[in-house]
């Protein structure tokens, strides 16, 4: 499938016009263009430009702008219109930063148009720390909502880009973060096409994504920086991808330095341009200029990449009259805008995932007097925000939107109960120095609401001067420092426990499943945060948010970190039963799925189209998603896979009908030459509220409908 563009012929022209630009350059003037902090060219009336910036859940590290919850959070509302309308604010605001800086000069780092947004990587381990960066472990799920965060992104114009979406990382890169600069990946050509890839290819041919980022590692011991496999034959060759490449951050550097795969700077870029890497997230390559002169590239090949990176600038209009680009009108007064920060308390309600509750929540503030909240997450901004994050206006903690939730009419005591990681929260003090004012606290309420988890600074990117902790990544999926002996205390205080995790990545809380009454996963739910968590406690709404990620039981059951085979990985592939499964979530509310009806019971050419009524016989209004899983009935093939959902939003006793359509695609499993393809012998599907498993079902309390399937002839996907 080609590589497709809303407008062909508006396409060609802005190559057109790159390429007679390109055409009056020098060979200098064109090498310091592929820089990521390009500079003017006076004489060509060509500005100064940094690709350089973040829009990963909002304008990153350029001032104001709305947090929106972290990207894994944005997974778990399983709503693609919702990851569209949050990119279309992402965007909007983009657009009117940009305009005022230009008005006013600033073309500095993160305030350029190119958003190197999304990070389409999947979650494989729960121990990488920029985990809560992606949309998950599933690479079905993780396509369908990066292609909607991309088209809100890049914007419905015929001819112009609101913003160019990057993504990244590519590709088979998820950890150690502590290895990455020399790493080698080694993956199978199954797991690569069938889990790895999916997401990339849907960027690429399903959303017209503007830019791919390489990894960088190696993977089977090619630089993805400069890798003929990944970029040549699969991106550029298979895919007919005809945007720009970017490397990640001084990655090139990497290739003699670490991967050892080049002996010098000059070897290195030469290899990197040659591959079809075009712009350089870093200085390295004006050694391009060697590079050329010693004849390992081509100016030709210098062109090329230059053509390709002023073509996304004439797409995005830098170089025509703001008049004619209907994005240079937006106003600097559409950042941080009511309506934005609304949609930004909508998307943290519905990250929220409730994954216990045995019918304390929601509770009734006129039936209590004190409310205690603790923990080191209470009060803990990072804790909102995760990473590659902007600057609130206002942020709201847990403990700040219980007290404005409540107001006077009950008395709210907090104590931070312990530090995030550390053994005391005042350096002089002794060990465990906030524990009796903790059991004060409990002693006096009503009932406890217990924040812990983790933030960005425990969990991230190595190097980030944001996270100085280890490498980034968690060593194990334990709750840090003395957190678990905190919850033991105040769970054994015998008051009402209901526990809020903020994390961007599972954790092994079999303690408190066994003996809390109540536990909401909270991500990193973005500035407004602490307010929808308020709300949902106290009922103002029903959580709806679904697991992006299996919780694990214990850090022992893992495969090791550095293994990239799949083998006993994700819900897809794994031995043993989860905690919490992947697709689970409760709610307040009570939804059935019935009357449901197949196109067919073969497998076709068009493939099979699925038709349920979803009906909330419950109290209260609220979302549920319709997953649909499929498995391929014949030995070493994996666990039922999610192939379609949708999310639905239903007043009580309210009733919807929903169509899906599973493509022939959604039956295809890849061959150990990584080839898809539909085989012969029956196929089941599964129509529900969750995964067909066991523990699901034991959660839920829900057992989805059974289909059986038949493809008569093989076929390829």
């Known amino acids: 499938m080609p590589h497709m563009t809303k407008n062909s012929d508006k396409i060609k022209h802005y190559k057109e016009r790159a390429q007679q630009l390109v055409g009056k350059m020098t060979l200098k003037e064109k090498v310091y263009q592929m820089l990521h902090a390009a500079p003017a060219i006076e004489r060509l009336n060509i500005q100064a430009y940094n690709w350089w910036n973040e829009g990963l859940h909002g304008v990153a590290r350029a001032g104001t702008a709305t947090i929106f919850p972290q990207a894994i959070g944005l997974a778990a509302t399983f709503d693609e219109e919702l990851l569209e309308e949050v990119a279309d604010a992402v965007s909007t605001e983009a657009r009117a930063k940009f305009n005022m800086q230009q008005q006013f000069g600033d073309t500095d780092i993160y305030k350029g148009?190119?958003?190197?947004?999304?990070?389409?990587?999947?979650?494989?381990?729960?121990?990488?720390?920029?985990?809560?960066?992606?949309?998950?472990?599933?690479?079905?799920?993780?396509?369908?909502?990066?292609?909607?965060?991309?088209?809100?992104?890049?914007?419905?114009?015929?001819?112009?880009?609101?913003?160019?979406?990057?993504?990244?990382?590519?590709?088979?890169?998820?950890?150690?973060?502590?290895?990455?600069?020399?790493?080698?990946?080694?993956?199978?050509?199954?797991?690569?096409?069938?889990?790895?890839?999916?997401?990339?290819?849907?960027?690429?041919?399903?959303?017209?994504?503007?830019?791919?980022?390489?990894?960088?590692n190696r993977t089977n011991d090619e630089p993805c920086c400069g890798s003929e496999l990944l970029l040549e034959q699969i991106l550029r060759g298979e895919w007919g991808f005809d945007g720009h490449v970017v490397s990640d951050c001084w990655a090139i550097r990497d290739f003699h330095e670490q991967h050892k795969v080049t002996a010098n700077e000059v070897e290195s870029v030469a290899l990197a341009v040659n591959r079809g890497c075009d712009l350089n997230c870093g200085s390295l390559f004006v050694f391009?200029?060697?590079?050329?002169?010693?004849?390992?590239?081509?100016?030709?090949?210098?062109?090329?990449?230059?053509?390709?990176?002023?073509?996304?600038?004439?797409?995005?209009?830098?170089?025509?009259?703001?008049?004619?680009?209907?994005?240079?009108?937006?106003?600097?007064?559409?950042?941080?805008?009511?309506?934005?920060?609304?949609?930004?308390?909508?998307?943290?309600?519905?990250?929220?995932?409730?994954?216990?509750?045995?019918?304390?929540?929601?509770?009734d503030p006129n039936k209590l007097k004190t409310v205690g909240v603790i923990g080191p997450n209470a009060n803990n901004r990072r804790a909102l925000v995760g990473n590659y994050e902007g600057t609130a206006s206002r942020y709201v903690t847990v403990v700040?939107?219980?007290?404005?939730?409540?107001?006077?009419?009950?008395?709210?005591?907090?104590?931070?109960?312990?530090?995030?990681?550390?053994?005391?929260?005042?350096?002089?003090?002794?060990?465990?120095?906030?524990?009796?004012?903790?059991?004060?606290?409990?002693?006096?309420?009503?009932?406890?609401?217990?924040?812990?988890?983790?933030?960005?600074?425990?969990?991230?990117e190595e190097g980030d001067t944001g996270n100085p902790f280890v490498s980034g990544d968690k060593e194990d999926l334990r709750l840090p420092g003395l957190q678990e002996e905190l919850l033991q205390v105040v769970q054994e205080s015998g008051k009402p426990v209901v526990l809020v995790l903020l994390s961007?990545?599972?954790?092994?809380?079999?303690?408190?499943?066994?003996?809390?009454?109540?536990?909401?996963?909270?991500?990193?739910?973005?500035?407004?945060?602490?307010?929808?968590?308020?709300?949902?406690?106290?009922?103002?709404?029903?959580?709806?948010?679904?697991?992006?990620?299996?919780?694990?039981?214990?850090?022992?059951?893992?495969?090791?970190?550095?293994?990239?085979?799949?083998?006993?990985?994700?819900?897809?592939?794994?031995?043993?039963?989860?905690?919490?499964?992947?697709?689970?979530?409760l709610s307040y509310s009570d939804f059935t799925v019935d009357s449901i009806r197949l196109s067919s019971d073969k497998i076709t050419e068009n493939g099979i189209r699925v038709t349920a009524r979803?009906?909330?016989?419950?109290?209260?209004?609220?979302?549920?998603?319709?997953?649909?899983?499929?498995?391929?009935?014949?030995?070493?093939?994996?666990?039922?896979?999610?192939?379609?959902?949708?999310?639905?939003?239903?007043?009580?006793?309210?009733?919807?009908?929903?169509?899906?359509?599973?493509?022939?695609?959604?039956?295809?499993?890849?061959?150990e030459n990584g080839v898809s393809k539909v085989e012969t012998g029956e196929y089941t599907l599964y129509i529900g509220t969750s995964q067909p498993d066991r523990r699901s079902v034991e959660l839920s309390g829900k057992e989805p409908a059974v289909f059986k399937l038949v493809a008569d002839t093989v076929s390829h996907a």
């Open 113 to 216: 148009l190119t958003m190197w947004a999304p990070n389409v990587n999947i979650f494989r381990d729960p121990r990488w720390g920029r985990g809560h960066e992606t949309y998950g472990e599933d690479p079905f799920l993780t396509s369908r909502l990066a292609v909607r965060f991309i088209k809100g992104l890049q914007g419905d114009d015929e001819d112009y880009l609101k913003v160019a979406a990057c993504a990244k990382h590519f590709a088979v890169h998820s950890g150690p973060e502590d290895q990455r600069h020399r790493f080698n990946a080694v993956v199978s050509n199954q797991d690569l096409h069938e889990t790895y890839l999916p997401a990339f290819r849907a960027c690429v041919q399903e959303a017209d994504v503007e830019a791919v980022m390489g990894a960088y």
């Open 288 to 363: 391009l200029l060697e590079a050329v002169e010693q004849g390992l590239v081509t100016e030709a090949k210098i062109d090329q990449a230059v053509i390709r990176l002023f073509t996304t600038r004439m797409k995005l209009g830098l170089f025509d009259e703001p008049e004619k680009v209907p994005y240079s009108a937006i106003s600097y007064l559409e950042t941080d805008s009511a309506r934005v920060r609304e949609l930004n308390l909508k998307a943290a309600r519905e990250c929220l995932v409730l994954l216990k509750n045995d019918g304390l929540l929601p509770l």
């Open 400 to 460: 700040e939107g219980i007290q404005d939730y409540l107001g006077d009419d009950v008395r709210v005591l907090y104590s931070e109960g312990c530090h995030l990681f550390k053994d005391r929260v005042s350096p002089l003090a002794q060990a465990n120095d906030r524990i009796s004012e903790a059991k004060a606290v409990c002693a006096e309420s009503d009932v406890v609401i217990l924040c812990l988890g983790l933030d960005a600074g425990l969990e991230g």
């Open 504 to 585: 961007g990545s599972a954790l092994a809380v079999e303690y408190a499943d066994r003996n809390v009454s109540a536990i909401l996963q909270g991500w990193y739910p973005g500035a407004q945060g602490g307010r929808a968590i308020a709300e949902a406690v106290f009922g103002e709404f029903s959580p709806e948010g679904k697991l992006p990620v299996t919780f694990y039981r214990t850090t022992e059951e893992l495969p090791d970190f550095t293994d990239y085979s799949m083998k006993n990985r994700t819900y897809r592939y794994m031995d043993n039963e989860a905690l919490y499964p992947f697709g689970f979530g």
């Open 614 to 671: 979803i009906e909330n016989k419950g109290e209260w209004a609220g979302g549920e998603v319709l997953q649909v899983y499929v498995k391929a009935n014949r030995e070493g093939t994996p666990h039922p896979q999610l192939k379609a959902f949708r999310k639905v939003h239903l007043k009580p006793q309210e009733a919807a009908q929903v169509e899906l359509v599973l493509p022939k695609e959604a039956f295809a499993l890849c061959d």
